[in-house]
Structure formats: structure tokens, C-alpha cells
């Protein structure tokens, strides 16, 4: 028998981490397990974390990353992140995802 992930339109996986460097040692595998069933490529959902990954890495405190499937796509929210970095970075963003929105509370990166 093998793992399953099954796809649940509209679930929002939620995690809470300490810091921003355990939430970096995770994210890219919480954007395959969640993307897994969305229909995403695998190279979508590895670019997707590698821009997680990246607005994750000034974060020294507690971040919090929300995950929200939907078919044939995947919103990552992130908080907190710089928002200035991300503005500066947001073309080498945009190279790796289909979204990118500074909210008040952080960023959503959008894949599909």
C-alpha cells in the first residue's frame, strides 16, 4: 500500500511554526502534499515553494503558512514576510508563480 493524498476543494491547511526557519525546512513539502491533488505539475508546485521558501527567509520570529487547494491550483499564504523585499523581488516572483499579493497580514503566492 502506498500514501495517499486526496483533494478537498475549499480545505485550508494551516501551520504555525516558531520560526521562520522551521517554517522554511517545511514549506516546499507542505506545497507538494497539499498541491498533490489539485492537477498542478510537479515542477509548479517545486517553483511554488522554492517562492515561499524565499519571502519565508527574513523571518525571524513565529510564521504562519496557510495552504488553500482548489482544482487545478494552490494559494500559499505567508506571514509575516518583508513586503519590501517582496515588492523589490516581485518580477523574479512572478517568474515562479501565477500570483503574487502583499496583504496586510503578509503575502499569497498563487500557482494555477
Known amino acids: 500500500m502506498g500514501a495517499r493524498v486526496r483533494h478537498v476543494p475549499g480545505n485550508t491547511v ?3 511554526f516558531s520560526s521562520g ?3 522554511r525546512a517545511v514549506g516546499s513539502e507542505l506545497v507538494l502534499a497539499v498541491g498533490a491533488g489539485t492537477g498542478l505539475a ?5 517553483e511554488l515553494g522554492i517562492a515561499l521558501d524565499m519571502v519565508l527567509a527574513p523571518a525571524d520570529g513565529e ?3 496557510s495552504l488553500t487547494p482548489a482544482a487545478g491550483g494552490l494559494t500559499v499564504a505567508a506571514e509575516p514576510v518583508a513586503a519590501g523585499w517582496v ?4 518580477q523574479l ?5 501565477d ?4 496583504t496586510t ?7 494555477g
Open 63 to 65: 510564521a504562519v503558512v
Open 87 to 90: 515588492e523589490r523581488n516581485r
Open 42 to 46: 510537479i515542477d509548479r508546485l517545486e
Open 99 to 102: 500570483g503574487v499579493e502583499i
Open 14 to 16: 494551516t501551520g504555525r
Open 21 to 23: 526557519r522551521l517554517a
Open 105 to 111: 497580514r503578509g503575502v499569497e503566492l498563487r500557482a
Open 93 to 97: 516572483l512572478c517568474s515562479l508563480v
